[in-house]
């Protein structure tokens, strides 16, 4: 049983910071990628950011230099350091990994960027 639990997420106002957190437990041999997406109300599911176990990491056009993931593949965690928020980044955010086998979510977290 492989369980990824997010925290971090919360209100904040347009301009300010959060810093999400996602930790994976259970029977987790091998960690490909670890990642980030979110849905907004009435949207499809996005990607956000990816971070891979050789150090490279990616990031959605529409965050790109505003948010940073981070992650430390012995422990099983990733972060998304998310600065400069705007109204439109508020969303449900689910953290993801991708094992050999497979890729697991976590139950998402909401961040809502709000005056």
């Known amino acids: 049983q492989v369980q990824l639990v997010e925290s971090g997420g919360g209100l904040v106002q347009p301009g300010g910071s959060l810093r999400l957190s996602c930790a994976a437990s259970?029977?987790?041999?091998?960690?490909?990628?670890m990642g980030w997406y979110r849905q907004a109300p009435g949207k499809q599911r996005e990607w956000v950011a990816t971070i891979t176990n050789g150090g490279g990491s990616n990031y959605a056009g529409s965050v790109k230099d505003r948010f940073t993931i981070s992650g430390d593949f012995s422990k099983n965690t990733v972060y998304l350091q998310m600065n400069s928020l705007k109204a439109e980044d508020t969303a449900v955010y689910y953290c993801t990994i991708l094992t050999p086998t497979r890729r697991y979510w976590g139950q998402g977290t909401q961040v809502t960027v709000s005056s």
């Open positions: 259970g029977s987790i041999f091998s960690i490909g990628t």
